[in-house]
């Protein structure tokens, strides 16, 4: 069945938005990743409009992270103090972001840089992970070395406002979640997509928490993240296509429940390594997408 | 005579000196809309060819521009597509590739004469390259298309069929025929083609340019009951 949708300005038939949001749904609600990195660039390929793609996109990122969240909450893996402080570091980092790349694009190539800026930034992450998780998989980080405090975390443990976290069983100085937030912000704004992808390591690395709180809770701060977005697309820049995002908004929370749900089955290293998998895959991706010839030289102005 | 113009009429057959006529004519754009086959007829002195094109208004497009930086590819800048219509379709009798290109690019009876006409901004060397994806990417699009030998001439008259794409946007459309004989252009005529939002999308695109702080709320709170009820629906089936 064909729905025309009246934004974007085009005609889809309306399995192809279901399925492409279920396939995202699922991933965010195993992960903890909003998906924008991966469904904008779908919904292209069907032929949406980029400035659209991406508007509609923050649409069904607010559903899914709805339909995460709740689920997520259910089974406690909702940490809502950290949470609460991280979203205030990823606003007030995504404020400055936008502004760094709006200094970027003055001096020009900025495209190019935020480009190899995400390869490298991914490829790096996604490295680490493929390597830790299987590390722990193998079972070698049980060794008094690896328990050992590292020096970056004698530092946190010295900053000042130290509170602790029972949800997530960690204890840092309230500004630790608040900065690297803010950087993961800055970078996400920089890189035009949603932090999921660095926020889950960040959370899970160098905040210490266990890989499920994580999830549940970067979901939470996307709900809010999202919900602004959606907001100011619909209201400023009509972009949202309000009939394209019910229908992925609808695939999307079928597919963050059965997400939450096969995430339960797992365990973090296991989360953890298929995360980094899709990390390095995307990286993979974009690396071809640099060097491979383009078949249009020309693209619409907009979007991600 | 009368009786010839009486089946003429329930044969459709457009009577000699009908004017162009396209229909349908308000195109009607409803939720389950995917284009659809327009239909063009008017009169034609018998042994004419007649060329139909259908034209958006001109208006300037932004596009980014890919280049090599190094071994990489990446957007290099960005230029200003003018003076070509965002969406062109022309049928016509014969390919306009049998007739003198003169007489193409003057009447514009084909995509390559109406990028032609197109102008780019920042110009540079490579303008004709340009020219040229800009008009890949609209016939990618399905906004630019050519329609060879589907027009006839029979009988007094012309008829022809041209595909409308779901993704033209409404507005008001320029429909031309141009009848040539012997390399020479002998009538020109002219008219109006109505495209308009109905229904839901109608409701939804007025919504959303004209009261956009509603239509923002509006997504926001449908996303989020959406999200909600989804885990409602799941709780209760039985999840974890």
Same mark, same amino acid.
């Given at each position: 069945?064909?729905?025309?949708?009246?934004?974007?300005?085009?005609?889809?038939?309306? *399995?192809?938005?279901?399925?492409? &949001?279920?396939? $995202?749904?699922?991933?965010?609600?195993?992960?903890?990743?909003?998906?924008?990195?991966?469904?904008?660039?779908?919904?292209?390929?069907?032929?949406?409009?980029?400035? %659209?793609?991406?508007?509609?996109? #923050?649409?069904?990122?607010?559903?899914?992270?709805?339909?995460?969240?709740?689920?997520?909450?259910?089974?406690?893996?909702?940490?809502?103090?950290?949470?609460?402080?991280?979203?205030?570091?990823?606003?007030?980092?995504?404020?400055?972001?936008?502004?760094?790349?709006?200094?970027?694009?003055?001096?020009?190539?900025?495209?190019?840089?935020?480009?190899?800026?995400?390869?490298?930034?991914?490829?790096?992450?996604?490295?680490?992970?493929?390597? +830790?998780?299987?590390?722990?998989?193998?079972?070698?980080?049980?060794? +008094?070395?690896?328990?050992?405090?590292?020096?970056?975390?004698?530092?946190?443990?010295?900053?000042?406002?130290?509170?602790?976290?029972?949800?997530?069983?960690?204890?840092?100085?309230?500004?630790?979640?608040?900065?690297?937030?803010?950087?993961?912000?800055?970078?996400?704004?920089?890189?035009?997509?949603? &932090?999921?992808?660095?926020?889950?390591?960040?959370?899970?690395?160098?905040?210490?928490?266990?890989?499920?709180?994580?999830?549940?809770?970067?979901?939470?701060?996307?709900?809010?993240?999202?919900?602004?977005?959606?907001?100011?697309?619909?209201?400023?820049?009509?972009?949202?296509?309000?009939? *394209?995002?019910?229908? *992925?908004?609808?695939?999307?929370?079928?597919?963050?429940?059965?997400?939450?749900?096969?995430?339960?089955?797992?365990?973090? +290293?296991?989360?953890?390594?298929?995360? #980094?998998?899709? %990390?390095?895959? $995307?990286?993979?991706?974009?690396?071809?997408?640099?060097?491979?010839?383009?078949?249009?030289? *020309?693209?619409?102005?907009?979007?991600? | 005579?009368?009786?010839? /113009?009486?089946?003429?009429?329930?044969?459709?057959?457009?009577?000699?000196?009908?004017?162009?006529?396209?229909?349908?004519?308000?195109?009607?754009?409803?939720?389950?809309?995917?284009?659809?086959?327009?239909?063009?007829?008017?009169?034609?002195?018998?042994?004419?060819?007649?060329?139909?094109?259908?034209?958006?208004?001109?208006?300037?497009?932004?596009?980014?521009?890919?280049?090599?930086?190094?071994?990489?590819?990446?957007?290099?800048?960005?230029?200003?597509?003018?003076?070509?219509?965002?969406?062109?379709?022309?049928?016509?009798?014969?390919?306009?590739?049998?007739?003198?290109?003169?007489?193409?690019?003057?009447?514009?009876?084909?995509?390559? /004469?109406?990028?032609?006409?197109?102008?780019?901004?920042?110009?540079?060397?490579?303008?004709?390259?340009?020219?040229?994806?800009?008009?890949?990417?609209?016939?990618?699009?399905?906004?630019?298309?050519?329609?060879? !030998?589907?027009?006839?001439?029979?009988?007094?008259?012309?008829?022809?069929?041209?595909?409308?794409?779901?993704?033209?946007?409404?507005?008001?459309?320029?429909?031309?025929?141009?009848?040539?004989?012997?390399?020479?252009?002998? !009538?020109?005529?002219?008219?109006?083609?109505?495209?308009?939002?109905?229904?839901?999308?109608?409701?939804?695109?007025?919504?959303?340019?004209?009261?956009?702080?509603?239509?923002?709320?509006?997504?926001?709170?449908?996303?989020?009951?959406?999200?909600?009820?989804?885990?409602?629906?799941?709780?209760?089936?039985?999840?974890?």
């Amino acid at each position: 069945m064909h729905l025309f949708l009246p934004i974007a300005a085009k005609s889809i038939n309306i *399995l192809i938005p279901f399925g492409l &949001g279920g396939l $995202v749904g699922f991933l965010s609600g195993m992960f903890g990743v909003g998906g924008g990195f991966l469904m904008t660039p779908l919904l292209m390929l069907v032929g949406i409009p980029p400035t %659209v793609a991406a508007a509609s996109d #923050s649409c069904q990122i607010a559903a899914a992270s709805a339909s995460g969240t709740f689920a997520h909450a259910r089974m406690g893996n909702v940490d809502y103090k950290l949470g609460g402080l991280m979203l205030v570091g990823g606003i007030g980092g995504g404020a400055v972001g936008v502004q760094v790349i709006k200094l970027l694009r003055q001096m020009g190539n900025a495209d190019f840089l935020i480009m190899v800026t995400y390869v490298v930034v991914l490829g790096l992450i996604g490295a680490y992970m493929f390597v +830790e998780s299987l590390s722990t998989l193998r079972g070698r980080v049980h060794s +008094e070395a690896a328990r050992r405090p590292s020096r970056a975390g004698r530092i946190l443990a010295a900053l000042p406002l130290q509170t602790s976290f029972p949800k997530s069983g960690i204890r840092h100085s309230i500004f630790v979640p608040i900065a690297l937030c803010a950087l993961v912000g800055i970078l996400a704004a920089i890189m035009g997509v949603g &932090g999921g992808f660095i926020m889950i390591p960040a959370m899970v690395y160098l905040l210490r928490m266990p890989m499920h709180v994580a999830v549940g809770t970067d979901l939470f701060q996307i709900l809010f993240t999202a919900t602004g977005v959606t907001f100011m697309q619909a209201s400023v820049n009509h972009t949202v296509d309000f009939i *394209l995002a019910i229908v *992925l908004g609808l695939g999307s929370t079928l597919g963050a429940q059965l997400g939450a749900r096969v995430a339960k089955r797992l365990r973090g +290293e296991q989360l953890r390594i298929i995360l #980094s998998g899709i %990390v390095l895959l $995307v990286c993979v991706k974009m690396v071809y997408g640099l060097v491979a010839t383009p078949t249009l030289l *020309l693209s619409p102005k907009g979007g991600h | 005579m009368r009786r010839c /113009a009486l089946i003429a009429i329930l044969l459709g057959v457009p009577r000699v000196g009908a004017a162009l006529t396209v229909e349908p004519n308000p195109i009607r754009i409803a939720a389950t809309f995917h284009g659809l086959s327009l239909r063009v007829s008017g009169a034609a002195a018998p042994g004419t060819q007649v060329f139909v094109s259908i034209s958006g208004a001109a208006l300037p497009e932004l596009f980014n521009r890919k280049g090599r930086l190094g071994p990489l590819w990446a957007n290099v800048g960005s230029v200003t597509v003018s003076g070509a219509p965002h969406l062109f379709l022309i049928a016509g009798i014969t390919p306009a590739a049998t007739l003198p290109r003169a007489l193409v690019d003057a009447n514009r009876l084909d995509l390559e /004469a109406t990028v032609k006409q197109a102008s780019l901004a920042p110009a540079g060397a490579d303008d004709e390259l340009l020219r040229r994806e800009y008009r890949r990417l609209k016939e990618s699009w399905g906004a630019y298309r050519s329609f060879e !030998r589907a027009i006839r001439v029979e009988q007094g008259s012309y008829r022809g069929e041209l595909f409308w794409p779901d993704g033209a946007p409404p507005g008001t459309y320029r429909v031309e025929a141009v009848h040539l004989r012997e390399g020479e252009v002998v !009538r020109r005529e002219t008219a109006v083609l109505q495209v308009e939002l109905v229904g839901l999308p109608g409701w939804i695109a007025h919504l959303a340019f004209e009261r956009s702080a509603i239509y923002g709320a509006m997504s926001v709170v449908i996303a989020l009951a959406v999200g909600f009820l989804m885990g409602l629906v799941f709780k209760k089936g039985g999840g974890h």
